[in-house]
């Protein structure tokens, strides 16, 4: 199973301002995802980030707010710009594992609680 | 696109009762199904999952769930619940294609000593 870490694990952040967080796996994997959960709320994806191509948005969340990075195969960030207090949730890293045509679990890291004031 | 109905958000049990956490999705095409836990500020936890076989899926801390194609629902059971169970429980359905998750609404479980 893949261990995932993700930096900052919470900040406190000031309207208009941008924060990035990072996410690191101890393995290499081609998909990686990030997630965000609002207060008393589910999971909603961001987007879905492959090494080596533009990162897929899903609907609602646009490149401009959530620019993501890709570097390698171990390796995303995810940055939240121009912070509104809407913004306030923890964001989740997920890596998916396995083998393409066992559709394995998605492991998750423990988030980044983000609180804009 | 999928979607899951976790139909109770909130279940409070005694301490050494059982539990059962619904979870029903929408497709009926092929599904694989999971079961996470969120304890109080940290990450989420696979609990268990069923990609194909036996319908009865069990998982760890003494968590099973049972697929039932025709009723599409996906339920969490515990025959004995401990107050280390209290947290949040997700499912979460992916089709056979794409690779998108799609979870449920949670079910905060409370165990009462």
């Known amino acids: 199973s893949a261990v995932i870490s993700q930096k900052p694990s919470r900040d406190i952040c000031q309207r208009g301002t941008s924060l990035t967080i990072q996410c690191q796996v101890d393995s290499q994997v081609t998909m990686m995802f990030w997630y965000r959960q609002q207060p008393g709320q589910s999971l909603t994806l961001i987007a879905t980030?492959?090494?080596?191509?533009?990162?897929?948005?899903e609907s609602g969340f646009v490149i401009d707010k959530f620019p993501i990075s890709r570097p390698n195969l171990t390796f995303s960030t995810l940055t939240v710009s121009n912070m509104s207090p809407e913004d306030s949730s923890i964001y989740l890293c997920?890596?998916?594992?396995?083998?393409?045509?066992?559709?394995?679990?998605?492991?998750f890291g423990p988030g980044t609680r983000l609180t804009v004031l | 696109a999928q979607s899951v109905t976790q139909l109770d958000s909130q279940v409070p049990v005694f301490e050494e009762a059982p539990v059962e956490l619904r979870c029903n999705y929408s497709s009926s095409v092929s599904v694989y199904l999971f079961w996470y836990v969120q304890y109080p500020n940290q990450g989420l936890q696979l609990l268990l999952k069923?990609?194909?076989?036996?319908?009865l899926v069990k998982g760890i801390n003494g968590f099973e769930a049972e697929f039932n194609k025709s009723q599409t629902s996906f339920h969490l059971r515990k025959p004995s619940v401990h107050i280390s169970d209290t947290a949040e429980y997700f499912c979460?359905?992916?089709?056979?294609?794409?690779?998108?998750?799609?979870f449920g609404t949670g079910t905060s479980l409370t165990v009462i000593p």
């Open positions: 069923y990609l194909s076989g036996s319908t």
């Open positions: 980030a492959n090494q080596g191509s533009e990162a897929t948005y």
């Open positions: 997920s890596v998916e594992d396995g083998a393409w045509a066992t559709y394995n679990e998605q492991f």
């Open positions: 979460a359905v992916k089709g056979d294609t794409g690779n998108q998750f799609y």
